[in-house]
Nanobody
Framework: QVQLVESGGGSVQAGGSLRLSCAAS????????MGWFRQAPGKEREFVAS????????AYADSVKGRLTISKDNAKDTVYLRMDSLKPEDTAVYYC?????????WGKGTLVNVSS
């Protein structure tokens, strides 16, 4: 089993910054793809960013490029999402995702609220 636990959400004013963390435990692997998704009220869950555990290749949704940065710490089995220049439309529950051998694992989510 794999467990993903997010932390770091909160309330911030537009233009501010937050850093989310996702700690993985259990059967982690160097073959992970890990990422962040978000779901705003009344909307479907959407992709935000991803990173390969071995090589560190990253991908981003167009809406967050240049403002959000995904990174990892292999020694701590933790992936981060640094969020700068936050906008009210970034308000959502942010979910950590891990993909391994075709199986998706999800955290319970952490709420980010950006006020104007």
């Amino acid at each position: 089993q794999v467990q993903l636990v997010e932390s770091g959400g909160g309330s911030v004013q537009a233009g501010g910054s937050l850093r989310l963390s996702c700690a993985a435990s259990g059967r982690t692997s160097s073959r992970w793809y890990m990422g962040w998704f978000r779901q705003a009220p009344g909307k479907e869950r959407e992709f935000v960013a991803s990173i390969t555990w071995a090589g560190g290749s990253t991908a981003y949704a167009d809406s967050v490029k240049g403002r959000l940065t995904i990174s990892k710490d292999n020694a701590k089995d933790t992936v981060y999402l640094r969020m700068d220049s936050l906008k009210p439309e970034d308000t959502a529950v942010y979910y950590c995702n891990g993909l391994l051998n075709g199986i998706d694992y999800w955290g319970k989510g952490t709420l980010v609220n950006v006020s104007s």
